[in-house]
């Protein structure tokens, strides 16, 4: 399997000349759906799910569908069955690729608002997509999607991920909100929770893609 990291949280998974697209939002780039037979979303937030960009990718590929959370599947209601929701607990067979889903909760933004639905995707029991969400999946993870940066998240809590999932590789995700500076610092922190573990964690640049 090959993963392609895209703009922000958005990856692209490729097998066997099958493809899915997990998470193409508002920062993703261009080209998100070029090939692809299906999209995951994890939840509603914009720099996750572009519902215009979407629909016309839909509509331009009658071998596109869509798995997602409640509330994306509600939003996307108009496009029938080619939409399908899953949510924690649930395992499918998606474009030739196994995805096992983990997690029900978006990690707090503001206090006392309860949080939206946010579902994660372990594909091929590799490749694990959190959202935005410190999930823990229920079986072990060989290649963590690694949120490196994000509003809900602190440097120590990337750290402590790390060692509860401990994934043999992790790639970071959710990297589209911080200028070069920031990057630098979020990555030494990437490197360092990998050193002390003794695995390959890493920063993606987008486009760069790796075979696992």
């Given at each position: ?40 979303i994890t ?11 979407l ?22 209601a ?13 395992a ?12 029900e ?9 309860p ?13 694990f ?7 823990v ?15 809900w ?6 750290y402590?991920?790390?060692r ?25 922190h990437?490197?360092?929770?990998g050193?002390?573990q ?11 893609s790796?075979?696992?």
């Open positions: 399997m090959r993963l392609t990291k895209l703009g922000h949280a958005c990856v692209r998974l490729q097998k066997d000349d099958r493809t899915l697209v997990i998470d193409p939002g508002a920062f993703s780039g261009d080209d998100l759906y070029a090939g692809a037979e299906a999209v995951l939840h509603e937030h914009f720099d996750h799910f572009d519902p215009d960009a629909r016309a990718a839909v509509a331009a590929d009658p071998r596109l569908q869509v798995w997602t959370s409640r509330t994306v599947a509600q939003n996307l108009d496009l029938g069955g080619r939409v399908h929701e899953v949510g924690h607990g649930d499918v067979t998606v474009a030739g690729f196994d995805v096992h889903v983990y997690g909760d978006h990690e707090i933004l503001v206090p006392d608002v949080p939206i639905p946010n579902t994660g995707f372990l594909v091929d029991g590799d490749v997509h959190p959202g935005d969400a410190l999930t999946p229920g079986e072990p993870v060989r290649t963590l999607c690694l949120p490196g940066n994000a509003p998240m602190k440097v120590p809590e990337l402590q991920y790390t509860v999932v401990a994934p043999e590789r992790a790639f970071v995700i959710h990297d589209g909100l911080l200028n070069d500076i920031g990057l630098t610092v979020m990555s030494s990437v490197e360092a929770a050193k002390e003794g695995k390959d964690f890493r920063r993606l640049a987008p486009g760069e790796v075979d696992l």
